[in-house]
């Protein structure tokens, strides 16, 4: 285990901010989380960050503390059931590659989240989603070591408090918990997930399975984002924001075309993109911060921007939309010392 000083993370955060962690070290070994944590606790004023592929990071500056990039790569194939396979991959497998592997093996259940970047371990963060599929949908448990005493805990789906783009990990006690694996539930008998629009179009006609629907998936995520290797970005910077049943009566009389997807607790859904096409911001660019001109949810670094800056122009769309529509957009990716 070799702890580095001032180490550039530029290279490990899909924006490709400039920032750099005091202290850095990568864990690829079970093994030393117990000399990691002796470590820390000599320590203590040090902050920590798990970091994965860095895909969901805003750095708007330094990270002065201790940054662990977390690379277990095991993958088991556990006893199955009637009804589910199961697999346990170590938190350090990128997920794309771990999902086209499920594949090759023949398991179905994770093609609609093809593509999406970064790790397995820091899919349950987010509880990462697209086409119609969240990750909760086939997780069956998270080993997590508790980074306070030591101890490693299994979660069960339920334990994990899973909302959208939410978990417990995330919201209720962040930076406790170091995930180690995931454990996935694939069902034998899987149900195709097709009904996004523009999936079923791409797909009508074909004979579905898992790799068909991944291709389709891959296909139209490639048409829509941007590659963080040839354009810096963390894909959606703002969650969908969710309504009052009320207050999204008063904004759909004032605008029509407000989409809105009602909620089981009887709120509603509208889309994060659409309000911020309102209010002028697609393609806009201030320097090197902007967002992307073929979808304004994802906010983009041109090639120099700082995380400042990045930070300063998500902070006029928020006022903006907030403004025009009494709306608060919430960022989606984790914000670094902002
Ligand atoms: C082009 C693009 C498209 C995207 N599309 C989607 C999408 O469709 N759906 C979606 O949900 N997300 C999407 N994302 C966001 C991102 O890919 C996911 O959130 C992904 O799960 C982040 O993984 P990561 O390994 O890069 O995490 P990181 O960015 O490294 O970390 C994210 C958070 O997880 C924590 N963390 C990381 N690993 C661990 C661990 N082992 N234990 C404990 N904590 C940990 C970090 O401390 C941090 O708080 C997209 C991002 C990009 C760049």
């Known amino acids: 285990m070799n702890i580095q000083e001032n180490h550039d993370l530029k290279s490990l955060n899909s924006f490709g901010l400039p920032a750099r962690a005091r202290y850095f070290c990568t864990l690829d070994d079970l093994g030393h989380t117990v000399r990691l944590r002796d470590w820390q606790a000599q320590h203590p004023e040090l902050p920590l960050l798990f970091l994965g592929g860095g895909s969901n990071l805003l750095f708007v500056g330094d990270f002065p503390g ?5 690379r277990l790569e095991s993958l088991e194939i556990l006893e199955g059931d009637s009804n589910y396979n199961y697999i346990r991959a170590g938190a350090g497998n990128n997920w794309h590659r771990f999902v086209r592997w499920t594949i090759d093996q023949g398991f179905a259940g994770l093609e609609n989240l093809s593509l999406i970047p970064g790790t397995v371990g ?41 909302g959208y783009r939410d978990s417990s990990f995330k919201s209720v006690e962040p930076d406790r918990w ?14 195709w997930k097709t009904d996004y629009a523009d999936l079923r179009e791409l797909l009508e006609g074909k004979a579905l399975n898992a790799r068909v629907i991944s291709e389709a998936v891959i296909a139209l995520r490639r048409s829509k984002l941007p590659d963080p290797a040839q354009i810096g970005n963390a894909g959606s910077f703002f969650k969908n924001p969710m309504v009052s049943a009320e207050q999204w009566q008063t904004l759909k009389a ?41 979808h304004a949810l994802v906010l983009v670094n041109h090639g120099n921007a700082t995380g400042a800056e990045v930070w300063r122009f998500a902070q006029g769309i928020i006022a903006s ?17 902002g």
């Open 178 to 191: 170091l995930i180690l694996s995931v454990t996935f539930a694939l069902p034998r008998e899987p149900r």
């Open 66 to 70: 201790l940054v662990v990039q977390v």
């Open 321 to 337: 939309v907030q403004e025009r529509f009494g709306i608060r957009l919430e960022p989606e990716p984790r914000v670094i010392g």
């Open 254 to 294: 004032a605008n029509p075309a407000m989409p809105g997807w009602p909620q089981p607790d009887g709120g509603v859904k509208t889309s994060a993109g659409w309000l911020i096409d309102q209010c002028g911001w697609k393609g806009r660019r201030e320097g090197d911060a902007g967002t992307y001109s073929k």
């Open 122 to 162: 820091a899919a349950p963060m987010q509880n990462i989603g697209a086409y119609g599929v969240e990750l909760k949908d086939c997780l069956q448990s998270v080993r997590a070591v508790d980074w306070r005493n030591g101890e490693v805990r299994d979660f069960s789906r339920e334990d994990c408090r899973f």
